[in-house]
């Protein structure tokens, strides 16, 4: 696993700032009526030509956009399209890496599109809460395999499933590093030390963890069709513990 110096460190928050802001800056586009085609020509503008950076995802193993839009049963990797129109009560996650002086920060999160369901409210918040749950275990001495111990535990106590078949990844000077960060009970043997520098994002569904993979060889939905959500944050090993940079 890389270890980062303060100049990797420096761009790796310059570029989780981009990522931070155009996270931000879609929120008031969230609206029922608009396209995750328009959604994804938004991001790309503002990663583009406000912030001069790249979209990670664009051309990545051939995948057509700029950013991924996964909504309701749709776990990860949904391909944006103007045919695919927000409408009240849905839950989308917005996932968003970018490039820029070839470093690499990676970032997602959950908006709610009108008002939800009060089920799929607590389950976002839930996803969300299990990250900070996972992240209070982090010690020195202790191995990465605690995040996802850590994180199926909080979830399986509200009867929720975490999502075997993606995980998180060390980033930096590339897109995807080693390790991968599962977020499940897992053997993954490394200290924590400062200047690592990783992503966890937890794939979290209300019914079994069980995915499937669509035609189009990226959407994946969960396989009952149940709800899923995700958050996605790049975090740092300092030497006081941990930063969140997304
Ligand atoms: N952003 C995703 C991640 O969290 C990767 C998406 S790859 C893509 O690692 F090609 F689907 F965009
Ligand atoms: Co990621």
């Excluded at 996802?148 to 075997?164: A, D, M, N, T």
Aim: aromatic share 14%; proline share 3%; with cysteine.
């Amino acid at each position: 696993m890389k270890i980062y110096n303060k100049k990797d460190i420096n761009y790796i928050i310059i570029c989780s700032n981009i990522v931070k802001d155009v996270l931000l800056f879609i929120k008031k586009y969230i609206k029922p009526g608009i396209s995750t085609g328009e959604i994804n020509d938004i991001c790309h503008d503002r990663i583009v030509n406000y912030h001069k950076a790249y979209p990670a995802s664009l051309g990545y193993m051939n995948y057509p956009k700029s950013i991924c839009t996964s909504i309701n049963n749709v776990v990860c990797h949904g391909i944006p399209d103007y045919s695919c129109i927000l409408k009240n009560g849905d839950i989308i996650n917005i996932d968003i890496g970018i490039r820029k002086y070839n470093y690499y920060s990676d970032s997602s999160r959950m908006y709610f599109v009108g008002k939800p369901s009060v089920e799929a409210k607590k389950l976002c918040i839930i996803t969300y809460k299990s990250i900070f749950y996972a992240l209070n275990f982090l010690k020195f001495s202790r191995k990465i395999s605690i995040i996802g111990c850590k994180i199926q535990e909080y979830v399986e106590r509200y009867g929720y499933s975490v999502v075997r078949d993606y995980c998180g990844h060390g980033i930096g000077k590339n897109f995807h590093e080693f390790p991968q960060i599962l977020h499940f009970k897992n053997n993954c043997n490394i200290f924590f030390r400062k200047g690592m520098v990783f992503t966890i994002e937890p794939m979290i569904n209300i019914g079994c963890y069980k995915t499937i993979v669509m035609n189009d060889g990226w959407t994946v939905k969960t396989l009952d069709g149940s709800l899923s959500a995700q958050y996605e944050h790049t975090i740092l090993i300092t030497d006081k513990g941990y930063k969140i940079l997304t």
